[in-house]
């Protein structure tokens, strides 16, 4: 079975969010980071906020998930971040470049 792991966070800027895909890809712990703008609304503090937030794609291997995890609590700009993962079967060659790469 071909499993990779995305993992899937969260920005309040762009430079940071960059910053955050190039140290992953640096350090190993991602095969590819994927970067979009979007439009978060979500409740904080009883009250509904709107934002503007960068979202942070990680491709990488299920092994390193609690690697990914710690250093992502320790990057991010937010008190409660958005960290969030899930396993997927891959195509194979996919699978190959993925695990060849990190």
């Given at each position: ?56 794609t990680i491709k990488s291997k ?13 990057m991010t700009s937010y008190d ?23």
């Amino acid at each position: 079975m071909f499993e990779i792991l995305v993992l899937v966070t969260t920005e309040e800027n762009e430079r940071k969010a960059k910053t955050i895909a190039r140290l992953l890809i640096k350090k190993n712990l991602a095969a590819c980071v994927s970067i979009k703008k979007i439009d978060s609304i979500y409740k904080w503090e009883q009250n509904i906020e709107e934002t503007e937030e960068f979202e942070i794609t990680i491709k990488s291997k299920p092994t390193l998930k609690d690697d990914l995890v710690l250093f992502l609590q320790k990057m991010t700009s937010y008190d409660t971040p958005q960290i969030i993962y899930k396993k997927f079967r891959s195509e194979s060659n996919y699978y190959d470049w993925l695990t060849k790469t990190i």
